[in-house]
Each structure stands twice: as C-alpha cells, then as structure tokens.
C-alpha cells in the first residue's frame, strides 16, 4: 500500500508535472468517467460526476495517505488503499483495463484514477472532516512536540507496531516504514507504547521524521507492481530483509506477525523493554 511517502510522491507529480505532462493545476475538469462504480464512496455516482464537470483544480495537498484536490466548489479525496495510482496522459489513449475514474481535464490531457484491485476510494465531499476528521498529527507537525508524542504514547498503552499503523494515533505511516523506524530507534515492534521513556519517545519521533523523509527523497519505495519507481527498497535496514544481516550487528533479520501483517525487526538491537 502506498504510504506517505509514496502519496506525497504522486501529489508531487500531479502538482509539479515532468518532462510528458505539465502540472494538472489550474485545470478544468470536463467530465469525469466513472467505469467502475464502487470507487466513488460519496456521493453517487450521478452526483459524482455532475457535481465534478466544470470545477477547477486549484492546489493538491495530502493529508497521511489521502491526496485532496481542492476544487472550486468542493474538495475531492483519493486513498489508494492497495494499488490505487494517478496517471496524466494524453487524451483520446486507449483507456487501461483498470481504469476506475478518468477525469478528462481538456488541453489534450486526462487523469486516470488506476486501481487493480478496486479497493481505493474518492469522495467529493464540502467539508474534509466528513472523510478526514479521525485522523491523527501529521508526523511533520511542528505542532507534534516530544513531549506530546510521549504523553500520547503514554496515554495509549498499546504494542508499537499496531500503535503506529492505527491512522488516527499518526497519520501517514504504514508497513513499510514503521518497521523502518523502530528498527533505527532500537524499538522493538511489541513493546508497550507505556513503557517507553522520554527520551526513548523522542528518538522515535524523530526516526519517524528521518525514514520518512528518507523515503520522500527517494521518491518512495517500488517493492510491488504497483508502486512507482522510488528507490528507496535500496535502503531498507529491517523491512523485507527476513534472514539477511542487521545493517548495525549483523544479526539476521526476524520476522513475525504482528496484527495480521508482516513485521521486520533485528531481535539484538531491538530488544523488547518488558
């Protein structure tokens, strides 16, 4: 699934544009195609598409795995859940066997919405907390303090991984880069959130922040088909590596199951705190 890193990576794409597209801001949405229905989660597809035809796209933002196009009249939220991604092409291509939503945006170009295995979700919605709302801080808050990151941590009394992985706890992070993190902060994925120390909260944060902005750099991490072409696979320290030697001890790579998903960790430089 595409985590922070990888969204911010396709907003930046759509915001920027490269050397085959321009940048879709300041475009206006002709029509919207909607061929497969269960993608639009609000409001019906009728409304969907009737509602869209004529509004601009004004900026692009993310908010932890949600891409938010404001729009002249209303903002339109994508979450790429398992194999979303956005495409800008040329008009009048043939269109992808798993093309969801084609927005036609005139000027010779359409953003198609490509998702394989249907789990990602729009909403064209007036108010973002109908959709956002539960979410927690953004890792890059100026506003997320040390000292607030460990009361939270405190105040939850959960095993970090699942911890991290819950959006409305962090917003942003997932699979990949939570393994990354506690790997580098010498935390171990089931230790409890309580148990932590001060400082050890604030080495956390800020392991967060680097990964992440890491993985930014890198333009995310290709480790499935899905994925665009970051690089930042080239540079795991834990997640994936089952077997192979810990960057820092050179101890193999352990992997357990954690709350139904993988989880990568070094068992000596992470050891549970009990």
């Given amino acids: 699934m595409p985590e ?3 969204v911010e990576t396709i907003r930046n794409y759509l915001r920027l544009g490269n050397g085959e597209h321009p940048s879709i801001l300041g475009k206006i949405i002709k029509s919207a195609e909607v061929t497969w229905g269960r993608s ?13 035809t004529g509004q601009t796209i004004l900026e692009i933002d993310r908010r932890g795995k949600f891409l938010i196009f404001h729009l002249s009249d209303n ?4 979450h790429l859940r398992m194999s979303g991604d956005l495409f800008v092409r040329e008009e009048g291509q043939p269109p992808d066997p798993y093309d969801r939503i084609i927005f036609h945006l005139g000027d010779g170009i359409e953003l198609a919405f490509n998702d394989t295995r249907k789990f990602g979700r729009v909403w064209l919605v007036t108010d ?3 959709v956002i709302g539960n979410l927690g801080p953004e890792p890059f808050d100026t506003a997320l303090s040390e000292g607030i990151f460990y009361e939270r941590l405190q105040s939850m009394k959960r095993q970090l991984k699942p911890l991290l992985l819950d959006q409305s706890f962090l917003a942003g992070l997932g699979n990949i880069y939570s393994d990354e993190a506690l ?12 148990r932590l120390s001060l400082e050890q909260s604030g ?8 990964v992440l902005q890491a993985g930014i750099h890198s333009h995310g991490a290709s480790i499935d088909w899905v994925y665009r072409g970051g ?3 080239n540079y795991f320290r834990a ?17 357990i199951v954690v709350g139904q998903r993988s989880t990568h960790f070094c068992p000596t430089c992470q050891a549970k705190i009990e």
């Fill in 128 to 130: 973002l907390e109908q």
């Fill in 40 to 52: 639009v989660a609000f409001p019906t597809n009728d409304e969907f598409q009737g509602k869209i």
């Fill in 231 to 233: 690089d930042f696979q």
């Fill in 239 to 255: 997640y994936g590596r089952k077997g192979l030697p810990c960057p820092e001890c050179g101890e193999p790579i352990e992997r």
């Fill in 183 to 194: 790997h580098m902060a010498h935390l171990h994925p089931l230790t409890r959130s309580n």
């Fill in 4 to 6: 922070l890193p990888e």
């Fill in 203 to 210: 080495r956390l944060l800020e392991c967060i922040r680097q």
């Fill in 75 to 78: 903002e339109l939220l994508l």
